[in-house]
């Protein structure tokens, strides 16, 4: 059944494609459609693993500290990250709680500890129970997982309440930008050709 | 990279959707299932009834536009006095505020990223069944970005989650979400399900067929 590794179809246009070894850094494109095919990445395991573990702790402070704090008329209203979300539920529009929920907290959450739990034991040459069960939900997060989008959201809703109140950003908000970088540069720092191969190496 | 000209299917393979194996095509049936042998997904030759699935979800999406955006997504009641908004009203007071670069981003995120969407798709399923020969590359490019540019309509909904957290001073001003945010909200995911299950491969099989 298993075919070698050096023939690759684009995902795309269904092309074959020979692929010679690449050096570091190189990348692979379709020939017929400009798809990307293949990217080789330096320390790639290394780099992920730290970028990810950054990426756990910020995400341990952008859901406990205060994200934002409102003030109107000598009023302050404190709000956190969830704030949101609970604030749907009890107006009975769950779908849309549970929609903010998904793409604000849970899938980034599942994404970095998705990562984790595959690439450390694999950098240690063991093969975790239902790795590639996990990896392949690690790559579908990427879609559902919208905190870049959030945050433009926020941005929005700051401009929108600029004139009508005083509004002060919070840790939370502060480490949720710093966790939306390091979770993109843990994801192009992450070579899922490398991680499929060690995991068939470790059977 | 230099390729052949075969395509995988040619060949009597399939590449895998998850970790790019490629595994026989099955002796018995040509859209038969195999488990992949390497990350144990669903191999697929091409994604399953991906025209009647991507036609099913865009018709969707198609009919909830309208609630989208004629209801409104939220209501702000400051002094007990409710005012209304629409997806667009949202944009038209943001230029009326003076914040043009943000009206621009809401315009292009919540008006013209869905409105773009459910066209190109609709083009592409229209010129894959009916067989077209034109520019496979640029459709394959189109696809591409609309694959990646769906999420970014989610701003507004994500505006109005903020927006609940923070203006809740009963007295003086609350806002509250309106049925059109659910809508609205129901035409990206959809849209974003049937970018999902169009298989762009489809418009290179055509190519293919008469070359
Ligand atoms: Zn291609
Ligand atoms: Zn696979």
């Known amino acids: 059944m298993t075919m070698p590794h050096l023939v690759i179809a684009c995902h795309e246009c269904d092309l074959l494609h020979r692929l010679h070894s690449l050096r570091y850094g190189e990348r692979a494109k379709c020939s017929r459609c400009g798809a990307a095919l293949y990217a080789r990445k330096r320390d790639s395991f290394l780099h992920t693993i730290l970028l990810a573990v950054t990426s756990l702790i910020l995400f341990a402070l952008a859901n406990s500290f205060p994200f934002m704090t409102f003030e109107l008329h000598g009023r302050v209203q404190q709000s956190l990250l969830s704030t949101g979300v609970w604030e749907f539920f009890e107006r009975g529009m769950w779908e849309l709680g549970l929609l903010v929920l998904a793409a604000s907290i849970v899938f980034p959450f599942l994404k970095i500890i998705g990562m984790l739990y595959v690439l450390v034991p694999l950098e240690f040459h063991y093969r975790p129970w239902k790795a590639a069960l996990v990896f392949r939900m690690v790559e579908q997060c990427q879609t559902w997982a919208m905190m870049d989008v959030y945050l433009l959201g926020v941005i929005v809703a700051v401009v929108k309440l600029a004139d009508l109140a005083i509004l002060v950003p919070g840790v939370a908000l502060y480490s949720f930008v710093a966790l939306i970088i390091a979770l993109a540069a843990a994801d192009s720092a992450l070579d899922p050709h490398e991680v499929w191969e060690r995991m068939e190496k470790i059977r | ?211």
């Open chain 2, 1 to 211: 990279m230099r390729g052949s000209s075969l395509t995988a299917a040619r060949s009597g393979l399939m590449s895998c959707h998850a970790c790019h194996q490629l595994s026989r095509i099955p002796r018995m049936s040509i859209d038969g299932v195999v488990i992949c042998p390497r990350c144990e997904a669903h191999v697929h030759l091409r994604k399953p009834n991906s025209i009647s699935r991507t036609w099913a979800l865009l018709i969707a999406a198609y009919i909830l536009y309208i609630p989208a955006n004629l209801l409104p997504v939220m209501t702000v009641i400051s002094f007990g006095k409710g005012e209304a908004d629409t997806i667009l009203s949202g944009v038209k007071e943001l230029i009326h505020a003076g914040m043009l670069p943000i009206a621009l981003l809401v315009f292009f995120a919540s008006i013209t990223v869905p409105v773009l969407k459910l066209l190109t798709l609709t083009f592409l399923l229209l010129s894959v069944q009916y067989k077209s020969q034109w520019r496979p590359r640029e459709r394959t490019v189109l696809y591409r970005i609309t694959e990646l540019v769906g999420r970014w309509s989610m701003i507004d909904i994500f505006m109005i989650s903020i927006l609940i957290a923070l203006v809740k001073l009963q007295a003086v001003a609350t806002i509250e979400p309106g049925a059109g945010a659910i809508s609205f909200a129901a035409v990206v995911i959809i849209t974003m399900f049937a970018a999902m299950s169009f298989d762009p491969r489809l418009i290179w099989d055509n190519i293919e067929e008469k070359a």
